[in-house]
């Protein structure tokens, strides 16, 4: 797989992972506020990541496509933000 397929592939994994993913907290809590500031993060890294990649920077594109899906990854690894049952995209415990 080139490097240019794999940044596809990580753009692709990522937008449909933020889809699936919901903010767990209430919307009174502390902790909502931290569940959207994840979100906002994977939002900026994924804008960033589609960026490089449409300048033909597949280094960077992948690092921040990497980056986008870490932050959904340790919202959900934390329970502030919920994969609703779809547990395989994301790390679990053992």
């Known amino acids: ?3 240019q397929e794999r940044c596809k ?3 692709e994994m990522t937008s449909e992972a933020l889809r699936l993913v919901k903010i767990s907290p209430s919307k009174e809590s502390f ?3 931290v569940a959207t500031d994840f979100i906002e993060m994977c939002n900026n890294y ?3 990541a589609t960026f490089f990649y449409e300048k033909g920077d597949y280094e960077n594109s992948l690092a ?3 980056y ?3 932050w959904l990854d340790a919202g959900v690894r934390l329970g502030i933000l ?4 779809d547990y ?4 679990q415990y053992s």
């Open 1 to 3: 797989m080139t490097i």
């Open 9 to 11: 592939k990580y753009l």
């Open 31 to 33: 902790l909502n506020k």
């Open 46 to 48: 994924l804008k960033d």
């Open 64 to 66: 921040a496509s990497s």
């Open 68 to 70: 986008a899906y870490a």
């Open 82 to 85: 919920s994969a609703t049952g």
């Open 88 to 91: 395989k995209r994301f790390t």
